[in-house]
C-alpha cells in the first residue's frame, strides 16, 4: 500500500496529456493507487488538483447518481471507427 507522499510523487513523474472538452483544451496527468487517486488539470493560466482516498471515493459512490442517456460508444482505438453499442 502507498501513503500519499508516494502516491504524489507517482503523479510528479506521469507525462502530461492533451485533453479536449467542448471546445476547450486543457491538459491533465492522473495517478491511481491502492489507496486513492491524484488529478492535475491545466489550461495553462490555472491549475487545478484533486485527489481522493478509498474512504473518500466510496463516500461519493454513495451519493452519486449516474445517468446514461443516448447512445453508448464503445472505446476503441484511435485508429479503429467507432461502434454504437446495443
Request: net charge negative; glycine share 6%; aromatic share 10%.
Amino acid at each position: 500500500m502507498e501513503c500519499s507522499e508516494e502516491l504524489e510523487s507517482r503523479l510528479l513523474t506521469q507525462p502530461w496529456a492533451s485533453v479536449c472538452f467542448d471546445e476547450s483544451t486543457f491538459i491533465a496527468k492522473a495517478c491511481f493507487g491502492d489507496t486513492g487517486y491524484m488529478l492535475l488539470i491545466s489550461d495553462l493560466s490555472g491549475v487545478w488538483y484533486e485527489s481522493a482516498d478509498t474512504e473518500a471515493v466510496g463516500q461519493r459512490s454513495k451519493v452519486s447518481v449516474w445517468r446514461v442517456h443516448g447512445p453508448l460508444i464503445l472505446l476503441v482505438p484511435a485508429d479503429v471507427p467507432a461502434q454504437t453499442a446495443g
